[in-house]
């Protein structure tokens, strides 16, 4: 008996999965295997079906019975035109309702869905759970589920696959509605992932990610525009004209008191034996025998001659009391 081993099983080529296609030939898109696919609501999600007229500044369609009369209005959701039209360039796009068929059908042509999506799934697709409530199942359609994404505006219709629901505020004519503005970017780089699920979770954490890419610009812009940037290089280049001011006056300073000292040692030199120290006048410098006045410092030369005068006042009083004596 041979047995054949686990390494040598031979592989067989995987066939994509192709959604169940209910109205054949009736589209112009055909589906793509190497897209994912975007299901997308109809009412509330896309557009906004009533009888009430639509106010001004709206974008709408009529929808007529087969006798011509108007059924509803179709409001379109802001965007709704240049949406549909990238996404059909990225995504293959299905229209999935619980509406009837022929309701449906209608609705998109009058709407000018029909170029750019591949099919249209109505209530008999749908999971009835109660009299009223429709469940969509993907998996029945035979939607591969990682790559697939499930547009809609009521959690019940997405309960059977949560992992790939966006789940979006319902459209009631809203005229300052931006959905498809905010979706938009994130559904750009969905797409570029091997597996879409779990979509609200990727939906968060990337719109997460813009807040603070977003704040971090705002930062920027702000510190560049903001007058305080300028000051650091103002107060530099004033301090360094300042240091040079500074410099360009010490040097002044420095050549007029050495001018000054200079002229002092000339006026007051005296030998050693015109001027010695003594008990009675207190003088506070000395001269060496054979020396004359150095140069001192700012400071030092204020005590010199200080001390110089000193000396001189208290020799003239000596000299006083001597000639009185």
Same mark, same amino acid.
């Given at each position: 008996?041979?047995?054949?081993?686990?390494?040598?099983?031979?592989?067989?080529?995987?066939?994509?999965?192709?959604?169940?296609?209910?109205?054949?030939?009736?589209?112009?898109?055909?589906?793509?295997?190497?897209?994912?696919?975007?299901?997308?609501?109809?009412?509330?999600?896309?557009?906004?079906?009533?009888?009430?007229?639509?106010?001004?500044?709206?974008?709408?369609?009529?929808?007529?019975?087969?006798?011509?009369?108007?059924?509803?209005?179709?409001?379109?959701?802001?965007?709704?035109?240049?949406?549909?039209?990238?996404?059909?360039?990225?995504?293959?796009?299905?229209?999935?309702?619980?509406?009837?068929?022929?309701?449906?059908?209608?609705?998109?042509?009058?709407?000018?869905?029909?170029?750019?999506?591949?099919?249209?799934?109505?209530?008999?697709?749908?999971?009835?759970?109660?009299?009223?409530?429709?469940?969509?199942?993907?998996?029945?359609?035979?939607?591969?589920?990682?790559?697939?994404?499930?547009?809609?505006?009521?959690?019940?219709?997405?309960?059977?696959?949560?992992?790939?629901?966006?789940?979006?505020?319902?459209?009631?004519?809203?005229?300052?509605?931006?959905?498809?503005?905010?979706?938009?970017?994130?559904?750009?780089?969905? @797409?570029? !992932? +091997?597996?879409?699920?779990? %979509? $609200?979770?990727?939906?968060?954490?990337?719109? /997460?990610?813009?807040?603070? &890419?977003?704040?971090?610009?705002?930062?920027?812009?702000?510190?560049?525009?903001?007058?305080?940037?300028?000051?650091?290089?103002?107060?530099?280049?004033?301090?360094?004209?300042?240091?040079?001011?500074?410099?360009?006056?010490?040097?002044?300073?420095?050549?007029?008191?050495?001018?000054?000292?200079?002229?002092?040692?000339?006026?007051?030199?005296?030998?050693?034996?015109?001027?010695?120290?003594?008990?009675?006048?207190?003088?506070? @410098?000395? !001269? +060496?025998?054979?020396?004359? %006045? $150095?140069?001192?410092?700012?400071?030092?030369? /204020?005590?010199?001659?200080? &001390?110089?005068?000193?000396?001189?006042?208290?020799?003239?009083?000596?000299?006083?009391?001597?000639?009185?004596?």
């Amino acid at each position: 008996m041979k047995f054949s081993s686990p390494c040598q099983e031979t592989s067989q080529p995987i066939t994509p999965q192709i959604p169940l296609r209910v109205n054949p030939d009736k589209f112009q898109m055909s589906f793509d295997e190497n897209k994912k696919t975007l299901v997308l609501d109809l009412d509330k999600t896309l557009v906004y079906l009533t009888l009430k007229p639509p106010t001004k500044g709206l974008e709408y369609s009529t929808i007529l019975d087969e006798e011509g009369r108007l059924q509803s209005y179709a409001i379109k959701r802001p965007g709704l035109d240049g949406f549909i039209k990238e996404m059909s360039s990225l995504f293959n796009i299905c229209i999935f309702t619980s509406m009837k068929m022929k309701h449906a059908m209608k609705a998109v042509k009058s709407i000018g869905l029909a170029p750019y999506i591949f099919e249209v799934y109505s209530r008999d697709e749908c999971v009835r759970v109660s009299e009223s409530i429709y469940m969509k199942s993907l998996l029945n359609l035979g939607f591969d589920l990682s790559t697939t994404i499930f547009m809609d505006d009521a959690p019940h219709h997405m309960r059977s696959q949560p992992l790939n629901g966006i789940l979006v505020h319902p459209f009631k004519g809203e005229k300052d509605d931006n959905c498809f503005g905010l979706l938009a970017p994130f559904l750009r780089y969905i @797409m570029t !992932l +091997s597996d879409v699920r779990p %979509v $609200t979770e990727k939906l968060y954490a990337f719109f /997460e990610t813009e807040a603070k &890419a977003q704040e971090k610009m705002l930062k920027q812009k702000k510190e560049k525009a903001s007058p305080k940037n300028t000051m650091p290089l103002i107060a530099e280049e004033q301090t360094e004209e300042d240091e040079g001011f500074q410099r360009d006056y010490d040097m002044t300073k420095r050549k007029k008191s050495s001018s000054a000292n200079a002229s002092m040692v000339k006026q007051n030199s005296w030998k050693s034996s015109d001027f010695y120290e003594s008990k009675s006048t207190g003088a506070s @410098m000395s !001269l +060496s025998r054979g020396s004359s %006045v $150095t140069f001192f410092s700012d400071q030092e030369s /204020e005590s010199a001659m200080s &001390a110089l005068e000193l000396s001189k006042i208290s020799s003239d009083k000596k000299d006083k009391q001597v000639s009185v004596l």
